[in-house]
T-cell receptor, first 117, second 114 residues
Framework: GAGVSQTPSNKVTEKGKYVELRCDPI?????LYWYRQSLGQGPEFLIY????????DSGLPNDRFFAVRPEGSVSTLKIQRTERGDSAVYLC???????????????FGPGTRLTVL | AQSVTQLGSHVSVSEGALVLLRCNYS??????LFWYVQYPNQGLQLLLK??????LVKGINGFEAEFKKSETSFHLTKPSAHMSDAAEYFC????????????FGKGTRLHILP
């Protein structure tokens, strides 16, 4: 079946604008994760959903960042009042969700490259 | 708190030579450890993971890693490098706490010389 897909693949926006990044997980995966990968760094955890609810949102850097997963499938990461420092690749991953986030194999999407001018 | 340190942001090996990518971890609880690979313009892919069973873990594409508690290490090896192994490799750590997050290292870019 299809893997994790993310849209758009690239997003260029201006400082102060609002952006939405979309993630379509693998069908049947109950767990969904968002990460941010800055240049030269590894993925940095942002938020983890189990079903529709955020099980852990401790990685969201501030209240400009918000994510939803209203039907337990597709998720949207929303960034308000974007800043140049938000420029990064935003990665989404999904997993079956049975083993918990610590051991479930996570399947990653190709990412959305966000550039804030 | 947990963390991983990957020694060397870039590693170059000749085709056919041994690949050794180093990873050391820090964890206050027994760790689970992972290696992921990221090919250009693709998503991260799990190579292998250690979850407290056998200390020598075999993964895909001929890679393996050995968990050494005394050295707090989880180095990745492959006996003979192929050109197709050129990619970025990430070591990561979590724990047996069911909903613990995975913490990634900064990555090591592997270059294969012809």
């Amino acid at each position: 079946g299809a893997g994790v897909s993310q849209t758009p693949s690239n997003k260029v926006t201006e400082k102060g604008k609002y952006v939405e990044l979309r993630c379509d997980p693998i069908s049947g995966h109950t767990a969904l994760y968002w990460y941010r990968q800055s240049l030269g760094q590894g993925p940095e955890f942002l938020i983890y959903f189990q079903g529709t609810g955020a099980a852990d949102d401790s990685g969201l850097p501030n209240d400009r960042f918000f994510a939803v997963r209203p039907e337990g499938s597709v998720s949207t990461l929303k960034i308000q009042r974007t800043e140049r420092g938000d420029s990064a690749v935003y990665l989404c991953a999904s997993s079956l969700g049975f083993g918990g986030s610590s051991t479930d194999t996570q399947y990653f999407g190709p990412g959305t490259r966000l550039t804030v001018l | 708190a947990q963390s991983v340190t990957q020694l060397g942001s870039h590693v170059s090996v000749s085709e056919g030579a041994l690949v050794l990518l180093r990873c050391n971890y820090s964890s206050s609880v027994p760790p689970y450890l992972f290696w992921y690979v990221q090919y250009p313009n693709q998503g991260l892919q799990l190579l292998l993971k250690y979850t407290s069973a056998a200390t020598l873990v075999k993964g895909i594409n001929g890679f393996e890693a050995e968990f050494k508690k005394s050295e707090t290490s989880f180095h990745l090896t492959k006996p003979s490098a192929h050109m197709s192994d050129a990619a970025e490799y990430f070591c990561a750590v979590s724990s047996m706490n069911r909903d613990d997050k995975i913490i990634f290292g900064k990555g090591t870019r592997l270059h294969i010389l012809p």
